[in-house]
Structures are given as structure tokens and as C-alpha cells.
């Protein structure tokens, strides 16, 4: 009666005095809302009236045929309820509408309408018809038709007109997680895409993006954010997977395998760039973050204990053999740039140290001897580390009194001071 009441009196008197197979002929009308209208009709009169017969009868499905084939309006040929396709479809009734491309007005209207899952939407289209939303001001006859066409794909089983709103799975049953993902990235407009593969992908600064596309800094957030939503949002549709994905990220192991579906390489890297921010911004992520960094910190102070670090350097690639797992071996190469007072020569892909004091240098080496060595050879040593290559011999000598008298430590009886 709510779609009575919504149209002109004279409308409604047309309307009442239609019979079946008009109504059947009347655009958006099948047989689920015919069946409907004839148990109210039946009731308000008081009068007992079968609607499957009535709906069964010759004369009503050549009307139906004749109708479809010679008009120029699009009625939905209903062959099954839509609540009942999308359990043949293997789609949850219950999918959140933000997994659903319809037009965004169509999805602001079902907001205002605490419409929220695709069952909601299809039960209210079913009940209401295309005619009251095209007389819903701002949702325009452009979007209605969407909304309109989806219901009747779905009504219909047409997996390939599905495809459209939802990410169905290639093989025509239930919905996939890697087709959504392809569709939010490959739906992006060309600007927004470069954008956010410059902002993800290559770590490029919110004030360089925004720079860059002559756009403000909020609309840099709002677009990337958008993104990261659906994204966010997919994820959470598919949790057995996402845990999964979860878990291996937490680990630092690659996890675009898990999943499945053939991705290009371009979209492979925006999608992942994309799952590592959703991760990364969540509870989990900061609890992971916090972990690598004590993991870091822990390798940091093995090196700078190494006993070769101040004498010929540590090989980076011998101590990550034996203290780093291989998932963390990139991130810790990267950590040892300007980290602490230790760095990595790439030259010589070995670890050193920035700035050792010439006694801690002579200490490390006098500790790798085991007899008194002369001062010429230990002056010979000292020139062949990293950081005093250029060190005298008579300044270890003259040093060697100020050493002996402030560090007990010092091994004083390892260097021939005469020699």
C-alpha cells in the first residue's frame, strides 16, 4: 500500500481497474509482485482467489511472451525470486552493499534506509519496483536503471551480467576475493591509479602526491583512503583468507600467493602495497611493527659486540647466515643506513663501525693475539681497518701512557712498545 500511496489519485484509479494481464504488461511487474497484488486484492474483498493458478494459464503466459517481445520497455522476464538466485549463485544474501558496485546514489539511499546487505536491497526492490525509485528525487533514472538491472540479472541467473556489481569466482559460483581486489584497483580512474602507486607502491610523501596532481592534501587522503576501505572492507568478507595472508605478512613472507587468480604485474604490486597499509594500520600491525624493531635492535647489539666489527668490519652476509631469518634480511640491510653508530660499506658488503676511538680499535685487535705482539706490527693492523688507515705509529706510542693509567682494562703487557 506504500506504493499507492506515492502516486496520483488519478494514477491510482487507472491502476485499479487493470486486470492481470495488463498488470503483467506493466513495467517492473512480475510474476512475484502479481501474485502479491492479487492475494491483497483477494483479501480486501473478501473472496478466495488462487494466484498460481491464475499466473499458470495459457492466455496469461502468451500475454507475458507478446508483452516482453513488443515492447520497448525493459520488464524483467522473473524465472525465480531474487532471494533464491543468489542461494543457485552460491552469493550470501547477507554481502554488505559496500562490496556491491551500485551507483553511488543508489548506496546513499540505502544508507538514509538502513539498508545495508544485498538481501535488504533486493527484498526492497522487489517490494517497492523501479517506478518508485525513479520517482525518488536525486537518485535520477541513470542509476535506478542499474539498480534495476541488477535485480533482474540476478533474478534471471545471468552469472556474466552478475559480474557487473559483484566480484563473482571465474568459475560462476560463490564470489572471489582476488576479483575484488582486481576490480578496486583496475576500476580506478588512470590519475587516481598513478597516484596512489606513487603514494603505496613507491612510498612517495602526501605533500609530494598532492604537489605532484595539483590537488589539495585532503583530497590525496580521501582518495587513498577510499581505496584502502574497500580493500579494508574485502578482506573482512573473506576472513579465513585474510587471517591467512595476515599471519604470513606478521612473519615478513610473501603472501600474494594465498590469494590465487592470475594477477598482471602492475596490479600485483598495487594490490599488495595496498594489503601490507590496511595491515600495517591496524591493532596488529603496530604489534608486529613493535616486534621487528626489538628483532632489530637485538641483531643492532650482536654486531656492535661482533669482535671483528672494529678491526676488519663484519661480513653482512655471513652474520645474517647465522642470526637473521630470511623473511627479515631486506628490512634489516635497509635498518643499518645512519642506525646507531654502526654502517653498512656496500663496497665491501661489510658492517662497520662509524667512528671507533683508536684504543677501543687497538683493544679489539690486541684481543684477537694470543702473545705480546710489536708495536710496528700493531701499528701495521690498526692501518689495515676501515676507519684508521691513516693512523702514525708514534701516535699509538704516545697514547700508550694515557691508556695504560685510565683503563684498567687496557692489555698493556700485549704490545712490545720498543719494537
Not at 120 to 139: A, C, H, Q, R
Not at 178 to 188: C, K, N, P, R, Y
Request: one cysteine or more.
Amino acid at each position: 500500500m506504500e506504493w499507492y500511496e506515492t502516486r496520483a489519485s488519478d494514477t491510482v484509479t487507472g491502476f485499479l481497474a487493470m486486470d492481470g494481464i495488463t498488470l503483467i504488461r506493466y513495467p517492473t511487474f512480475g510474476r512475484v509482485k502479481v501474485r502479491r497484488l492479487i492475494e491483497i486484492v483477494s483479501s480486501a474483498l473478501g473472496v478466495q482467489c488462487d494466484a498460481d493458478h491464475l499466473l499458470n494459464e495459457t492466455e496469461l503466459d502468451n500475454e507475458i511472451s507478446s508483452s516482453n517481445s513488443a515492447s520497448n520497455v525493459v520488464v524483467a522476464p522473473t524465472v525465480r525470486p531474487a532471494k533464491e538466485s543468489l542461494e543457485i549463485l552460491e552469493i550470501p544474501a547477507d554481502l554488505p552493499l559496500e562490496l556491491v558496485r551500485l551507483p553511488v546514489r543508489i548506496l546513499h539511499y540505502c544508507k538514509d534506509h538502513h539498508i545495508r546487505t544485498l538481501g535488504e536491497f533486493l527484498d526492497t526492490w522487489e517490494s517497492l519496483g523501479e517506478s518508485y525509485f525513479i520517482s525518488v528525487p536525486n537518485l535520477g533514472r541513470k542509476s535506478v536503471g542499474e539498480g534495476q538491472s541488477l535485480w533482474i540479472a540476478i533474478c534471471q541467473g545471468d552469472i556474466e551480467g552478475v559480474k557487473r556489481w559483484l566480484p563473482v569466482d571465474r568459475s560462476g559460483r560463490g564470489l572471489s576475493l582476488v576479483e575484488g581486489l582486481l576490480d578496486a584497483v583496475q576500476s580506478l580512474p588512470s590519475h587516481h591509479r598513478i597516484l596512489l602507486e606513487n603514494r603505496l607502491v613507491h612510498g612517495q610523501t602526501l605533500e609530494d602526491s598532492s604537489t605532484e596532481f595539483g590537488i589539495t592534501r585532503e583530497r590525496t587522503r580521501q582518495v587513498e583512503s577510499q581505496l584502502l576501505e574497500q580493500v579494508a572492507n574485502l578482506l573482512d568478507w573473506f576472513p579465513r583468507i585474510r587471517d591467512d595472508v595476515q599471519a604470513r605478512w606478521m612473519k615478513g613472507e610473501t603472501f600474494m600467493d594465498r590469494l590465487g587468480g592470475e594477477v598482471s604485474a602492475a596490479d600485483h604490486d598495487l594490490i599488495e602495497a595496498s594489503i601490507r597499509r590496511v595491515f600495517t594500520d591496524r591493532p596488529e600491525g603496530a604489534a608486529r611493527e613493535l616486534e621487528l624493531e626489538s628483532l632489530m635492535e637485538r641483531w643492532h647489539e650482536k654486531l656492535k659486540k661482533h669482535p671483528d666489527l672494529l678491526v676488519e668490519g663484519v661480513d653482512l652476509e655471513d652474520f645474517m647466515q647465522a642470526e637473521v631469518p630470511p623473511e627479515h634480511r631486506e628490512t634489516f640491510c635497509l635498518s643499518l643506513d645512519g642506525k646507531g653508530r654502526i654502517r653498512l660499506d656496500h663496497t665491501t658488503g661489510r658492517v662497520v663501525h662509524t667512528g671507533p676511538r683508536l684504543r677501543e680499535v687497538v683493544k679489539a685487535i690486541l684481543a684477537r693475539e694470543d702473545d705480546p705482539i710489536p708495536l710496528t706490527w700493531l701499528h701495521e693492523l690498526v692501518r689495515q681497518t676501515p676507519t684508521h688507515a691513516h693512523v702514525e705509529r708514534e701516535q699509538i706510542y704516545r697514547y700508550r701512557i694515557q691508556w695504560k693509567s685510565d683503563d684498567p682494562d687496557f692489555p698493556r703487557d700485549k704490545v712490545l712498545w720498543l719494537q
